[in-house]
């Protein structure tokens, strides 16, 4: 399984833990963002942005196993094989290592 996050994922299975380091590719979904009308706040103009989600780059091109982020995981739905995170299924060690005891798919 490759690790497509920026993360080092520890697996806990009742087998014993798996440890996925990040890949050298994070994948990631590109942003359509353009400006729209700004808002007023206490009479000021704020300027507001809309933001779509775009294409997702990092992907393998076969349908190899594959933990993503939950953004990417959402915009790929009908890839096979794709993970990730259960949010109430982890807790982070630190910045960069979260410990999961399941993960989620479409």
Same mark, same amino acid.
Do not use: W
């Given at each position: 399984m490759k690790n497509l996050t920026p993360f080092r994922v520890i697996l806990e299975t009742e087998s014993g833990n798996i440890t996925l380091d990040p890949s050298d590719t994070v994948a990631f979904v590109n942003e359509e963002r353009s400006p729209v009308l700004p808002i007023t706040v206490n009479d000021a103009l704020v300027? #507001?942005?809309?933001?779509?989600?775009?294409?997702? *780059?990092?992907?393998?091109?076969? *349908?190899?196993? !594959?933990? #993503?982020?939950?953004?990417?995981?959402?915009? !790929?739905?009908?890839?096979?094989?794709?993970?990730?995170?259960?949010?109430?299924?982890?807790?982070?060690?630190?910045a960069l290592t979260v410990r999961v005891t399941r993960l989620m798919t479409p």
């Open positions: 300027p #507001v942005m809309s933001c779509k989600p775009g294409d997702v *780059e990092g992907i393998p091109d076969d *349908e190899s196993p !594959i933990i #993503v982020m939950r953004d990417v995981l959402d915009q !790929i739905p009908h890839r096979r094989n794709t993970y990730t995170i259960d949010p109430d299924a982890c807790d982070f060690i630190d």
